[in-house]
């Protein structure tokens, strides 16, 4: 016989009573649920407002595709920020080419944190940009050439050298529809010579970072399909060291040490040792060492226009 307890003035088995409190317990449990819930939007889609950037520069005549998207990462948190980055890149590619995660000492400067993210499976990276989205990260991924279907090179059958990395943005997802939304300037392309003669010159209206909206097996598609596999997400951390112009330029001035070797210099000392190499790569040279000076140039001046920045003030740095 199963010993019986008093409940609501009779007796009740056991078995009887651990039925009702489990039903008290799931009711409760339920309103709980509901009483957290009840006025809050539950996240289902996001999408972070990365500017357009046409009047910013580049990612192949200027930087390449990877810093740029960086650069507009950054520019998410503070529209600044993306002209400083792209300055800061160019200087410490003039004057540090060798520093190591030159990345993440920029966006420390800018007072932000670069993560990097490697996941296992799909599962994984659908879970890594709703998180990073929802925590208002832009999220980046490097899926290779031949595994973008909006490029001409997809599914082709290259040289692995060849079959280099492309950054992308993601920047939105939409768990209801199945869909992220993606920004690439490469989306954008000129037609014609004239138009790429035009493009070259300095301070010229860029590509934008044109959105576009893919479904998520596009999206795992272009990762499977590609040899890096890590992503990487930018978020805001600290208090900045440099937040204006007057700033920046300071701060270069008391970073830059006369005794560092240039890459000008250190190319033009090691020809011999690297000629081939030299020869495979003269497009990127001519962007590392030529039109990417011109964006030093473009970033000071921006400011210098900006009606904010008083001309006494500005050239009182140092």
């Not at 009483?35 to 996240?43: F, L, N, Q, R």
């Not at 940009?129 to 090179?153: E, H, M, Q, R, W």
């Amino acid at each position: 016989m199963v010993t019986l307890l008093v409940s609501a003035g009779r007796m009740l088995p056991l078995v009887e009573l651990y039925k009702i409190n489990k039903l008290k317990a799931r009711r409760f449990t339920t309103f709980c649920a509901l009483s957290e819930t009840k006025g809050m939007d539950v996240k289902m889609k996001k999408e972070l407002k990365i500017d357009w950037y046409t009047d910013g520069f580049d990612g192949v005549y200027y930087l390449d595709c990877q810093a740029i998207c960086v650069a507009a990462s950054a520019g998410y948190f503070n529209i600044r920020c993306y002209y400083f980055y792209c300055y800061l890149e160019i200087y410490f590619r003039y004057w540090d080419y060798f520093c190591r995660d030159r990345s993440r000492t920029i966006l420390k400067l800018l007072g932000m944190k670069i993560s990097r993210l490697l996941p296992k499976d799909k599962k994984e990276v659908k879970n890594y940009v709703i998180d990073s989205l929802n925590g208002n990260k832009p999220v980046i991924l490097f899926p290779n050439y031949t595994a973008l279907f909006y490029c001409g090179t997809y599914k082709m059958k290259v040289k692995s050298e060849e079959n280099v990395a492309h950054g992308i943005l993601v920047v939105g997802y939409d768990d209801e529809r199945s869909v992220v939304t993606i920004a690439d300037p490469m989306l954008i392309q000129y037609k014609n010579l004239d138009e790429y003669n035009k493009y070259i010159e300095p301070f010229t209206v860029s590509p934008p970072f044109t959105k576009l909206q893919i479904t998520n097996d596009m999206l795992f598609d272009m990762w499977e399909r590609s040899e890096c596999k890590y992503i990487i997400t930018i978020e805001k951390r600290e208090e900045p060291m440099i937040e204006n112009i007057n700033e920046l330029i300071t701060w270069i001035c008391n970073d830059f040490i006369q005794e560092n070797e240039c890459y000008m210099s250190w190319l033009i000392k090691n020809r011999r040792k690297i000629g081939d190499e030299i020869n495979l790569n003269l497009e990127f040279l001519r962007r590392d060492l030529v039109t990417s000076s011109t964006l030093l140039f473009d970033v000071i001046k921006r400011f210098y226009n900006d009606n904010s920045i008083k001309k006494k003030e500005f050239l009182s740095f140092g």
